[in-house]
């Protein structure tokens, strides 16, 4: 299995409150990626980072930004948070070497925003 | 006008007999890769099957196979010999080469499948 790991698995917080979450990877992968999954809408890239400081916007951005500091380390943050941002975040990666360019996903996180 | 469809949001199987699961996707770009993932209750994603727009020939990982349909843009999930664990969300993505200019590997998803295998 791919060394990826989020945290927090599981956080409930109030809205307008500030959020980081963590995505950490061992694989010394250079593309890392933010998903977060509603239901009927599967899963919907919110950012992406394609080196050490190097992001950009997905599809969903707004309320949302990212950081990456270190090849390893890879933020996500909703810096006041609302009950439309409940979902479930995924962090996955890539090292865009692979034939397919397959990428690996992390356990997840459930945020709750009440 | 969504680039990945997956029309239908359930589906049963009995045990031991092969389903198809659809996808069809939307793109102009030349260059392109599908990608098949299942998410089973405990909520993982897990890689199973990938098809390169180039590829001749359809891709198969043990009971997997994707039926590719270039023509139709349609890349359908074939599982043969279905198993009780084979009860999964399953989702269809799609990574674009935006015109060889280069990807970064963002994939776009359906909104997935839900196979409930019967015994």
């Known amino acids: 299995d791919a060394g990826i790991t989020q945290s927090p698995r599981h956080k409930v917080t109030e809205t307008g409150t500030p959020v980081t979450l963590r995505c950490h990877q061992t694989?010394?992968?250079?593309?890392m990626y933010w998903y977060r999954q509603d239901p009927g809408h599967g899963l919907r890239l919110i950012h992406y980072?394609?080196?050490?400081?190097?992001?950009d916007k997905g599809e969903v951005s707004d309320g949302y930004s990212v950081s990456r500091s270190k090849t390893e380390d890879f933020l996500l943050t909703l810096e006041s948070a609302t009950s439309s941002q409940t979902s479930v975040y995924f962090c996955?990666?890539?090292?865009?070497?692979?034939?397919?360019?397959?990428?690996?996903f992390g356990p997840g996180t459930r945020l709750t925003v009440t | 006008a969504q680039k990945i469809t997956q029309t239908q949001p359930g589906m049963f199987v009995q045990e031991k007999e092969a389903v198809t699961l659809d996808c069809t996707y939307d793109?102009?770009?030349?260059?392109?890769?599908l990608f098949w993932y299942k998410q089973p209750s405990s909520g993982e994603m897990i890689f199973l099957i990938y098809?390169?727009?180039?590829?001749?020939q359809n891709a198969t990982e043990g009971r997997y196979s994707l039926n590719f349909q270039k023509a139709r843009k349609s890349a359908n999930l074939v599982i043969s010999a279905s198993q009780l664990g084979d009860s999964a969300m399953y989702f269809c993505?799609?990574?674009?080469?935006?015109?060889?200019?280069?990807?970064?590997?963002?994939?776009?998803f359906g909104k997935g499948t839900k196979l409930s295998v019967k015994p």
């Open positions: 996955a990666i890539s090292d865009l070497t692979a034939r397919s360019y397959e990428q690996y």
């Open positions: 694989e010394n992968h250079r593309y």
């Open positions: 980072s394609y080196g050490v400081k190097d992001t």
């Open positions: 793109t102009s770009d030349p260059s392109y890769g």
């Open positions: 098809q390169g727009s180039y590829d001749q």
């Open positions: 993505a799609m990574r674009e080469d935006q015109n060889y200019g280069g990807s970064q590997g963002n994939l776009i």
